[in-house]
């Protein structure tokens, strides 16, 4: 029932050593990965882009752990594989009044018929309180970019949901 | 009265949810995670992340087993193309806790070899084992084995019918209730989850 036995440290150029470099990277990105693929493709698509990613990792550990930016590389390959379900419209999770009874029931709704970038951007900077370059990281995209999605995206959900909140 | 932005910061937290992560078992407070244990099981955690590599020899070499393989029932599914869908094992990493700081296992997730099946398509099943100090359940938890159990169609393991308990006797050929030290879990947040028996079951 146990698998195995343990194994010392090998090398840095040892595909052993690559697979836990790539860990080690995967762990620190996945955190951010599942929120910011949550508003970019819908909850349907994180577990299945996520997986995708790591295993692309995996795959190609050697090659990806040696470029400049690993991150915004894998931020891309996530992106592209939450892609493939982009002709189905965006679904985000539905909370209960007794779950979140603050929150308009109309939010959820709203947030998913925006734009993609507008509702990455308004969900990760207002409701998750990323900065703007993480998320311009994400997106593929400046920063400026990213602070012209968010001032659209909210003045939109405003103007679904109105000034009077609940 | 709540503004937007608060009704925002309210529903991204709360649907965001937090990193999937293995929970220490603790009979007395199942939900509960012992702060004292976390350095040991990250060490643990770490530790994996080669046993996981030995797992990678383990899983191919067993892929040409004669396992049962119940297909109707979501329960173990040996795979008929064989080699083409031969598993390489698992990946194991430790993380920090964005929001608390806290050292924390990453969770478990199947990495295929090239070729294989898409792990999108398939989930796998672990079984977390408790190893206590002194070889007893009331002893103090000191660290967990993992093993593998084999592949389970996605659309299986989200059907409420799906039955891990037949997984594992598929593969280990006892029934995990006869052993109360077992608890079986999914990757995913679903209820496959099968603790000691209870009490008059």
New interface residues.
Partial sequence: ???????GRAGADDP?DH??RA??L???L??HL??AL?AYAG?QAV??AV??T??YL??NAERILAMESPRGYLFRVARDRARGSRRKPVT??L?SAD??P???PA??PA?MRLPRNQRVC???V????WRWVEVAEFLGIGVSSVRNHHRRG?AK??SE?GED?? | ?????????????????R?RHLEPVNDEDPGHVPRSWMGRVVLVGV?L???????L??TVTRSGDDRPAPSTDGTVVTPDEGPSVAPSGF?????V??ETGEDMI?YV????L?GSI???LLDPVE?R?PVFAEGSVNSAVVGY????LGFVPKRAADAPTFDSRALYLGH?GCDPRDDSAVDVVSC?DQALRIGPREPGS
Avoid: K, N
Wanted: some cysteine; charged content about 20%.
């Fill in positions: 029932m146990v698998m195995g036995s343990m194994t052993v697979l836990e860990g080690e995967f762990a620190s996945e955190p599942r929120p949550l909850s577990d299945d997986g995708d790591l295993v995996c795959e985000l999770p909370p779950e979140l603050t929150i308009e939010l959820a947030l308004v969900f990760l207002t409701g998750l309180r909210m959900l405003r949901l909140q609940r | 009265m709540s503004t937007l932005e608060e009704q925002l910061r309210d529903y991204a937290t709360a649907v965001a949810g990193p530790l992340v080669f046993v996981g590599l030995a797992a020899a383990l990946s194991f990493y430790p993380f806790d964005p990453g997730t199947f990495v295929p090239p898409r792990p999108a079984v084992i084995d993992y093993s593998f280990f995913r």
